[in-house]
């Protein structure tokens, strides 16, 4: 049979092993993906600019979904 006190540490180094490995990983989804002023960019806003065109609102297709 195994000893209770030698399986009590493996499990407590396997739990702080997770913890550990799991802080770096919030800490990873704590940084930015993008760069700062990325989405200011015009390539970012490109499908935002094309919508406001009033030509391009009024194409087969592209109502809203909610009117008739």
Request: charged share 30%; glycine share 2%.
């Amino acid at each position: 049979m195994e000893d209770p006190v030698e399986r009590d540490a493996r499990a407590h180094d396997h739990m702080y092993k997770v913890k550990a490995t799991a802080d770096k990983l919030v800490a990873m989804w704590n940084q930015p993906t993008k760069t700062y002023g990325f989405w200011s960019t015009d390539r970012a806003n490109a499908k935002y600019h094309t919508n406001l065109d009033p030509a391009v609102q009024k194409l087969s297709g592209r109502h809203h979904p909610y009117e008739t």
